[in-house]
């Protein structure tokens, strides 16, 4: 059997391609890990007739005109797209859906770990860490900073490194350092602070709550800008 013959790899193409596409847009952007090679073969199939059912009308217009012979160049255009680019346009319409409130309503929400939820938004952040050994530390994490995301271990690199006071509030940056990174063996707990949040929004919105804050412990982030 010549599986190297063209209507072989034809075949392939048409029905491996855009279903490989869609699972590796999708894993890209959920941050999943990688399915059993097997598995991968059969959900990639199953999403390319998936991609031809949404794409039927205008490939019947597409394969019942004239172009193939008129403009091959153009009908080899139009297949490139319904090949390449329609999959990954589906995936990301489908992701935005995923993560709609309509959508959280009925179904889990398509990222897996809060760790990657958190991060994935790219926001920057006031950080405190509280270590396994109690120990806490602080830090900002901008645009600089990293974080890994599934199917690789928590970890965290903050770009800047700050001393806490005894209130635990972010006292001054330390000195002669490049930022800090700290590995899942290590990590408790994170604590995000919202950097263009004041001590007055907080106080308001804790006093909409009703909820006091005699007795309570502060943790104040430093005024000026970071960004």
Known sequence: MDIWSLDKITLVIVFAIPGFLILKTYALLSSSGNKDTS???LDAVAYSCINYAILAFPIILIEQSNLRHSSPYCYFAIWAVFL???PIAITLAYWRFRKSKFAQGAFPHPVGRPWDFVFS????????VTLKN???VGGWYGEKSFASSSPSSPEIFLEDAWLLNSDEGFERPRTMTAGILITES???TVEFFDPHRSDEDEQQETSARGVSTEGGEGLSTPKTSRR
């Open 39 to 41: 598995q991968q073969i």
């Open 84 to 86: 390449l680019l329609v």
């Open 121 to 128: 938004q790219k926001k920057p952040y006031w950080a405190v």
């Open 134 to 136: 109690g120990r806490k």
């Open 186 to 188: 290590e990590i408790s």
